[in-house]
């Protein structure tokens, strides 16, 4: 693969690097159009007053969020994260180690919000803001993939993704805001999911699913579109109906509920289960896109929803939803509201519903990237960890051959793909690839050592991530596949004789 | 009685209303500022008792920084616990008669007092050697370092170069929480450990030292994973 930077060695012994300043202060994301901002009720472009305006955001901020007040004050600079964040392994920028990032807001707090920076801003590294901050903000903000891998390792519980969704809530007000992520929230806002994929085109890429099926199956496995009868409301990544290896998850999913027999349906209302205002911070956006679920789930009277493979989409429905969109006494008390796709399968498996020819997989050896929201910001289950137990308890109910990365890069201290929080686009390339770093080289030893074949994942922006970014370290962009590929590969159709 | 016994008295009672009123301020401020959504650093426990469990690892044994980085958490550790035993030792000085768990663990104090000298040696050590951590250090992360290590240095050489009057000393102490001022002796080493002891209480509340209630609102560590079982509104969510 070529590229016009230099792409990370994979080295035998993975190391930290040593500081190099500014080597990712080029990176910046498209700045958001006109219309991109005004869809999500953002000014247009930079406003005039812009210094006060964003101060007095801050101030909104830290009174809305005890979180960010909590964070801006309690760090003591000791440096426990500084070897922990994905993009500073991957870029040497010091400004990428999860407290420097905290630290451009907190310079800025300091300054304007509290004693010792009002009147000794030298003394403790107050700064003014000033256009080249907002700037410094614009570049680095858009670093961090709110992965919340720093979280686990600071003595203060410091979230740095708490800080990142402030600042680019901040950026947003003053008319900076980022253009992968609100035109995207204006898609779903005008059409109801991230591709912008209207109706009729849905209807019939699901058609084409069936026939899929049929011919590899000779079985009718249907996947329903708005289907009134349904007790089951899937929703899922909108790249689960188009995008490789994401769409065979869905078929995966399908052929689950096919076989326990379980009656469920899409909606073409609520065809995105990814909400990309967490990304960007904005409540009203993450609220607005949420509801198309709640409306969808009430107009279909559905009695369960479930949650397809998609990280960030299920933090939110996990932790944000009762918020938001709550409470869920019209759905079946017997199942949690929400649950996850793999909680689903789990629970038939563990029922003895599901039959599984493990064989079908055995052309695979399969390893596990946890994915960071997943992980880290949400359960399955009813014990903590369960995130980590039920995904891989569906990959070995499938698989013969399946092997766990070196422990500190899995479950809790997993690395996140280098694309989440907002960074999948091809504008930030560069620290894409150099993000994944970490992750790549985790895989890279289970390849020597235990030639794995496939890294399976539950997150429809992983998948992507990794199918751009691997060729980059020349490993096939087909060696990441869905959980539920394994699954449906494996499932033993129709009925027993 | 000299002046330097009214001016001490009038900072110690400055620094303690400052400590007290500044804290309570933050504290009220955090409390009263709203979390309005879930957000544990997962796996988190699932019930409040749980989260007792996970706030006396974190606050006790620190374990999230045990995770991070073991030198950190040796020489932090450490200076963090002896410094609790240190604090003990000095009770003597401010209750009469002594109460008894503090005279057992007094003796232990001296050995605290190069226990914390260490830890905080090898803190500061980090902020020029590791390069990272050097990166992040402003002025008053060092100076923060040299503060303490100043207060202990004295403590330490009162204890075994130049002796105060420590009768009298405690004297002093007694006096004021009765506002009932006897002379402070004037030992250049005892004026300058109280005096950077008073600068110590005096920035608490405008410094990083608020990581210290900071912790216990930290919303990632405080919360119950229980968003699906219970809810959550937002209103209250410790």
Same mark, same amino acid.
């Given at each position: 693969?070529?590229?016009?930077?230099?792409?990370?060695?994979?080295?035998?012994?993975?190391?930290?690097?040593?500081?190099?300043?500014?080597?990712?202060?080029?990176?910046?994301?498209?700045?958001?159009?006109?219309?991109?901002?005004?869809?999500?009720?953002?000014?247009?472009?930079?406003?005039?007053?812009?210094?006060?305006?964003?101060?007095?955001?801050? +101030?909104?901020?830290?009174?809305?969020?005890?979180?960010?007040?909590?964070?801006? &004050?309690?760090?003591? +600079?000791?440096?426990?994260?500084?070897?922990?964040?994905?993009?500073?392994?991957?870029?040497?920028?010091?400004?990428?180690?999860?407290?420097?990032?905290? &630290?451009?807001?907190?310079?800025?707090?300091?300054?304007?919000?509290?004693?010792?920076?009002?009147?000794?801003?030298?003394?403790?590294?107050?700064?003014?803001?000033?256009?080249?901050?907002?700037?410094?903000?614009?570049?680095?903000?858009?670093?961090?993939?709110?992965?919340?891998?720093?979280?686990?390792?600071?003595?203060?519980?410091?979230?740095?993704?708490?800080?990142?969704?402030?600042?680019?809530?901040?950026?947003?007000?003053?008319?900076?805001?980022?253009?992968?992520?609100?035109?995207?929230?204006? +898609?779903?806002?005008?059409?109801?999911?991230?591709?912008?994929?209207?109706?009729?085109?849905?209807?019939?890429?699901?058609?084409?699913?069936?026939?899929?099926?049929?011919?590899?199956? &000779?079985? &009718?496995?249907?996947?329903?579109?708005?289907?009134?009868?349904?007790?089951?409301?899937?929703?899922?990544?909108?790249?689960?109906?188009?995008?490789?290896?994401?769409?065979?998850?869905?078929?995966?999913?399908?052929?689950?509920?096919?076989?326990?027999?379980?009656?469920?349906?899409?909606?073409?209302?609520?065809?995105?289960?990814?909400?990309?205002?967490?990304?960007?911070?904005?409540?009203?956006?993450?609220?607005?896109?949420?509801?198309?679920?709640?409306?969808?789930?009430?107009?279909?009277?559905?009695?369960?929803?479930?949650?397809?493979?998609?990280?960030?989409?299920?933090?939110?429905?996990?932790?944000?939803?009762?918020?938001?969109?709550?409470?869920?006494?019209?759905?079946?008390?017997?199942?949690?509201?929400?649950?996850?796709?793999?909680?689903?399968?789990?629970?038939?498996?563990?029922?003895?519903?599901?039959?599984?020819?493990?064989?079908?997989?055995?052309?695979?050896?399969?390893?596990?990237?946890?994915?960071?929201?997943?992980?880290?910001?949400?359960?399955?289950?009813?014990?903590?960890?369960?995130?980590?137990?039920?995904?891989?308890?569906?990959?070995?109910?499938?698989?013969?051959?399946?092997?766990?990365?070196?422990?500190?890069?899995?479950?809790?201290?997993?690395?996140?793909?280098?694309?989440?929080?907002?960074?999948?686009?091809?504008?930030?390339?560069?620290?894409?690839?150099?993000?994944?770093?970490?992750?790549?080289?985790?895989?890279?030893?289970?390849?020597?050592?235990?030639?794995?074949?496939?890294?399976?994942?539950?997150?429809?922006?992983?998948?992507?991530?990794?199918?751009?970014?691997?060729?980059?370290?020349?490993?096939?962009?087909?060696?990441?596949?869905?959980?539920?590929?394994?699954?449906?590969?494996?499932?033993?159709?129709?009925?027993?004789? | 009685?000299?002046?330097?016994?009214?001016?001490?008295?009038?900072?110690?009672?400055?620094?303690?209303? !400052?400590?007290?009123?500044?804290?309570?301020?933050?504290?009220?401020?955090?409390?009263?500022?709203?979390?309005?959504?879930? !957000?544990?650093?997962?796996?988190?426990?699932?019930?409040?008792?749980?989260?007792?469990?996970?706030?006396?690892?974190?606050?006790?044994?620190?374990?999230?920084?045990?995770?991070?980085?073991?030198?950190?958490?040796?020489?932090?550790? !450490?200076?963090?616990?002896?410094?609790? !035993?240190?604090?003990?030792?000095?009770?003597?000085?401010?209750?009469?008669?002594?109460?008894?768990?503090?005279?057992?663990?007094?003796?232990?104090?001296?050995?605290?007092?190069?226990?914390?000298?260490?830890?905080?040696?090898?803190?500061?050590?980090?902020?020029?050697?590791?390069?990272?951590?050097?990166?992040?250090?402003?002025?008053?992360?060092?100076?923060?370092?040299?503060?303490?290590?100043?207060?202990?240095?004295?403590?330490?050489?009162?204890?075994?170069?130049?002796?105060?009057?420590?009768?009298?000393?405690?004297?002093?102490?007694?006096?004021?929480?009765?506002?009932?001022?006897?002379?402070?002796?004037?030992?250049?080493?005892?004026?300058?450990?109280?005096?950077?002891?008073?600068?110590?209480?005096?920035?608490?509340?405008?410094?990083?030292?608020?990581?210290?209630?900071?912790?216990?609102?930290?919303?990632?560590?405080?919360?119950?994973?229980?968003?699906?079982?219970?809810?959550?509104?937002?209103?209250?969510?410790?």
């Amino acid at each position: 693969m070529k590229a016009e930077f230099t792409i990370p060695v994979v080295t035998n012994i993975p190391t930290i690097p040593s500081v190099v300043d500014g080597t990712m202060a080029h990176s910046r994301p498209f700045v958001a159009k006109s219309d991109h901002q005004s869809a999500l009720g953002f000014p247009e472009e930079l406003v005039e007053d812009w210094h006060d305006r964003a101060l007095e955001k801050m +101030k909104e901020l830290l009174g809305k969020y005890r979180s960010l007040q909590v964070f801006m &004050d309690s760090c003591v +600079k000791c440096g426990a994260c500084t070897d922990k964040c994905h993009y500073f392994l991957g870029t040497s920028d010091p400004k990428n180690m999860p407290v420097a990032r905290q &630290d451009l807001m907190r310079k800025v707090y300091r300054r304007y919000f509290t004693f010792a920076g009002k009147y000794f801003p030298w003394l403790v590294g107050a700064i003014d803001l000033t256009r080249e901050v907002l700037e410094d903000w614009y570049s680095y903000y858009h670093q961090c993939s709110e992965c919340r891998r720093c979280s686990v390792y600071c003595p203060y519980g410091i979230d740095t993704a708490e800080i990142t969704m402030a600042g680019r809530e901040i950026l947003a007000s003053v008319g900076i805001g980022q253009k992968y992520s609100n035109e995207i929230i204006g +898609k779903v806002f005008k059409i109801g999911n991230n591709l912008g994929l209207p109706e009729p085109a849905m209807a019939d890429t699901l058609l084409d699913l069936e026939e899929e099926i049929k011919e590899d199956t &000779d079985i &009718d496995v249907r996947l329903p579109l708005d289907d009134a009868d349904a007790e089951v409301l899937l929703v899922t990544p909108s790249a689960d109906f188009f995008a490789e290896p994401h769409v065979d998850g869905l078929i995966g999913y399908a052929k689950v509920f096919h076989q326990a027999g379980i009656p469920w349906t899409l909606s073409s209302h609520a065809s995105e289960a990814a909400n990309f205002g967490l990304f960007i911070g904005n409540d009203e956006s993450m609220q607005k896109v949420a509801m198309r679920i709640r409306e969808a789930a009430l107009e279909l009277g559905v009695k369960r929803i479930i949650v397809g493979e998609c990280g960030h989409a299920w933090r939110v429905a996990y932790s944000y939803w009762n918020t938001l969109i709550g409470p869920f006494d019209f759905l079946d008390p017997n199942y949690p509201a929400p649950q996850h796709i793999c909680e689903a399968t789990y629970d038939l498996i563990e029922a003895g519903a599901l039959k599984f020819d493990k064989e079908q997989n055995d052309d695979k050896v399969v390893t596990f990237h946890d994915s960071c929201n997943v992980s880290r910001g949400s359960r399955m289950g009813n014990v903590p960890g369960g995130q980590f137990i039920i995904p891989r308890a569906l990959i070995k109910a499938s698989c013969n051959h399946f092997i766990d990365m070196r422990e500190d890069s899995i479950r809790e201290g997993t690395y996140c793909c280098g694309g989440g929080g907002g960074l999948l686009t091809d504008d930030l390339t560069e620290l894409r690839v150099k993000g994944a770093l970490p992750r790549v080289q985790a895989l890279h030893e289970v390849i020597e050592q235990y030639q794995v074949t496939h890294m399976a994942a539950i997150c429809a922006i992983c998948k992507s991530q990794f199918t751009k970014v691997l060729p980059f370290y020349s490993l096939g962009m087909d060696m990441i596949i869905s959980v539920h590929q394994l699954v449906g590969d494996a499932l033993v159709m129709g009925r027993e004789q | 009685m000299s002046i330097v016994t009214y001016l001490y008295a009038g900072a110690f009672y400055f620094a303690t209303l !400052i400590l007290v009123l500044g804290v309570t301020r933050k504290i009220v401020i955090y409390a009263r500022t709203p979390a309005p959504y879930k !957000i544990p650093t997962t796996p988190a426990p699932t019930t409040k008792l749980g989260v007792v469990g996970r706030m006396f690892r974190e606050t006790v044994l620190f374990e999230s920084l045990f995770k991070a980085s073991k030198w950190t958490w040796i020489f932090g550790w !450490i200076f963090h616990f002896a410094l609790l !035993i240190v604090v003990i030792r000095h009770l003597r000085y401010f209750t009469e008669p002594v109460w008894v768990w503090v005279t057992i663990l007094s003796p232990y104090g001296v050995y605290a007092g190069w226990a914390m000298l260490f830890g905080l040696s090898g803190l500061w050590g980090r902020r020029f050697f590791v390069d990272r951590v050097r990166y992040i250090s402003a002025p008053s992360d060092h100076l923060m370092l040299i503060l303490l290590l100043a207060i202990v240095s004295t403590g330490l050489m009162m204890k075994y170069v130049w002796h105060t009057d420590i009768v009298a000393v405690k004297a002093f102490f007694l006096g004021l929480m009765r506002f009932d001022l006897t002379p402070l002796p004037s030992d250049p080493l005892l004026l300058i450990h109280l005096g950077l002891v008073v600068v110590l209480m005096t920035i608490f509340p405008v410094s990083k030292l608020l990581h210290a209630p900071g912790v216990f609102f930290s919303p990632t560590r405080n919360q119950v994973d229980n968003s699906r079982e219970f809810g959550h509104q937002g209103i209250q969510s410790s």
